[in-house]
């Protein structure tokens, strides 16, 4: 079987083939091709790739045409980024001029990339559904939820999408708790990047009380992003992104301190690791595989850094930049993070391995107070046959109200993207919690539509 990478220049991918190479055999898979619009970063990432996997039985190409790529693919991951990382910084920018949150996949942020991304990723589903009907599309770009809603909502149902934010929140529940995460079971639910686990059990017992009660449960890579106190009164424990819910204001106002936002940070690591690569080129062997692991290592210790650091920008960046030259390996083989989620995702579809697994995938009533179309992020059972969301009990008020509102914005902004709706546009960013009213949401909605032109729906 085939397995194709959409988006191939994208960071991940070096360690999204090698998961996908460590479990070639059980998921059948004989050959990979990586697929992108930019030549030269693919270029580049294909050597990345062949020094970190070397084996003639496994070919490997490289290939900008779509069609050529997707052609008797068995499934495709798809990790695009339409505009680059320069897209992604006007996203985080134009609202904090307007003082509301400047931020990759939520707010006007993340309305913006799915505006962009839709019509997008919908053109390649379509060449999928000529060249290779029967294959498994696996969405990794973002906003994920959103997209994956996109997708369906145009017809197309054989496809999944996935996060890694809850399983890490799982990670650092297990760690405070210094329970093997393998002993816990979590009752999780909520739409991508607005999350929360409900109850904990650990061999049949809820603990949840106890994981409240515990602050070293209720931090987030190391850190306090919310206060323990407030995690407590609401009987539940959020995922980061429901930070920039909880903590709005303080966050804009710590992000225009540092005068810069994630996109800038990520954009100067990425020429780094790029800049290296080109000079590198393959005269030394090995050499660009371990400069890719370094910067991998800088990216991981950077997230939420902006948001969260008192650090200013110039020493946080040559900081982690430095540290991950010495940082050791991972010790662990097994695939982690997105390439972990997707290859169990990849297992239970065709490894004839059933598995439980967080996804993004049609609700089904899973979540009784979202439409059955809609796409919910709950742990599922994930088989031959396909997903199936496990149901949740009843969503507490502290978060139905706003589940029901998100969802309506995710709603509102794929259907101004269906009929080119200047005016669904503008009432999706309206109701998002985000935007404070529709004066704004103008603004921020005619500056995207000048700064993004050459990407942007032309909205009527």
């Given at each position: 079987m085939k397995a194709v990478i959409v988006g191939a220049a994208?960071?991940?991918?070096?360690?999204?083939?090698?998961?996908?190479?460590?479990?070639?055999?059980?998921?059948?898979?004989?050959?990979?091709?990586?697929?992108?619009?930019?030549?030269?970063?693919?270029?580049?990432?294909?050597?990345?790739?062949?020094?970190?996997?070397?084996d003639p039985e496994f070919p490997i190409t490289a290939t900008t045409d779509p069609r050529e790529a997707l052609a008797d693919a068995g499934f495709v991951i798809f990790t695009i980024r339409v505009g680059g990382m320069e897209a992604r910084a006007v996203d985080e920018q134009v609202p904090l001029k307007y003082?509301?949150?400047?931020?990759?996949?939520?707010?006007?942020?993340?309305?913006?990339?799915?505006?962009?991304?839709?019509?997008?990723?919908?053109?390649?589903?379509?060449?999928l559904e000529e060249v290779a009907p029967n294959a498994w599309a696996i969405?990794?770009?973002?906003?994920?939820?959103?997209?994956?809603?996109?997708?369906?909502?145009?017809?197309?149902?054989?496809?999944?999408?996935?996060?890694?934010?809850?399983?890490?929140?799982?990670?650092?529940?297990?760690?405070?708790?210094?329970?093997?995460?393998?002993?816990?079971?979590?009752?999780?639910?909520?739409?991508?990047?607005?999350?929360?686990?409900?109850?904990?059990?650990?061999?049949?017992?809820?603990?949840?009380?106890?994981?409240?009660?515990?602050?070293?449960?209720?931090?987030?890579?190391?850190?306090?992003?919310?206060?323990?106190?407030?995690?407590?009164?609401?009987?539940m424990i959020p995922n980061e992104y429901l930070m920039f819910y909880y903590r709005n204001r303080s966050i804009i106002?710590?992000?225009?301190?540092?005068?810069?936002?994630?996109?800038?940070?990520?954009?100067?690591?990425?020429?780094?690791?790029?800049?290296?690569?080109?000079r590198l080129g393959q005269a030394q062997p090995g050499a660009s595989l371990k400069v890719y692991e370094q910067y991998s290592r800088a990216r991981d210790a950077s997230y939420m850094k902006i948001e969260t650091s008192d650090l200013s920008y110039d020493n946080m960046l040559d900081a982690l930049w430095e540290e991950a030259k010495e940082a050791p390996a991972s010790a662990s083989e097994e695939p982690e993070g997105y390439a972990g989620i997707a290859l169990a995702v990849l297992e239970g579809i065709f490894g004839n391995s059933p598995q439980i697994v967080i996804v993004n995938t049609l609700n089904h009533g899973a979540v009784s107070c979202l439409d059955p179309d809609d796409v919910?992020?709950?742990?599922?059972?994930?088989?031959?046959?396909?997903?199936?969301?496990?149901?949740?009990?009843?969503?507490?008020?502290?978060?139905?109200?706003?589940?029901?509102?998100?969802?309506?914005?995710?709603?509102?902004?794929?259907?101004?993207?269906?009929?080119?709706?200047?005016?669904?546009?503008?009432?999706?960013?309206?109701?998002?919690?985000?935007?404070p009213d529709a004066e704004i949401a103008g603004k921020i909605l005619d500056d995207f539509m000048v700064q993004h032109a050459q990407h942007f729906p032309e909205l009527k």
């Open positions: 994208g960071v991940r991918t070096p360690y999204l083939i090698k998961a996908i190479w460590q479990k070639r055999q059980v998921l059948n898979v004989d050959s990979l091709t990586m697929m992108d619009i930019d030549a030269k970063r693919l270029g580049l990432l294909e050597t990345v790739v062949l020094e970190m996997i070397d003082d509301v949150l400047g931020q990759e996949t939520t707010g006007p942020g993340g309305f913006a990339m799915a505006m962009r991304t839709i019509p997008v990723i919908l053109n390649y589903m379509k060449i969405n990794l770009t973002n906003p994920a939820g959103l997209i994956t809603q996109a997708i369906t909502a145009s017809g197309f149902k054989r496809v999944i999408g996935i996060c890694d934010t809850p399983s890490e929140l799982f990670k650092d529940v297990a760690r405070g708790m210094e329970i093997p995460l393998e002993e816990l079971w979590f009752e999780y639910f909520g739409i991508n990047h607005l999350g929360w686990i409900k109850r904990v059990l650990h061999r049949g017992r809820d603990i949840s009380q106890e994981v409240l009660a515990n602050d070293k449960a209720l931090l987030r890579h190391g850190d306090s992003m919310l206060d323990p106190d407030f995690i407590r009164s609401i009987g106002d710590r992000v225009k301190a540092n005068r810069i936002t994630r996109a800038t940070m990520i954009e100067e690591l990425n020429d780094r690791l790029f800049v290296e690569l080109e919910v992020e709950l742990p599922s059972y994930v088989d031959l046959n396909g997903v199936h969301p496990l149901a949740v009990s009843a969503i507490p008020e502290e978060s139905r109200g706003l589940l029901q509102i998100v969802k309506n914005y995710e709603r509102l902004t794929i259907q101004a993207v269906q009929e080119n709706s200047y005016q669904k546009a503008l009432q999706a960013l309206t109701v998002h919690p985000l935007v």
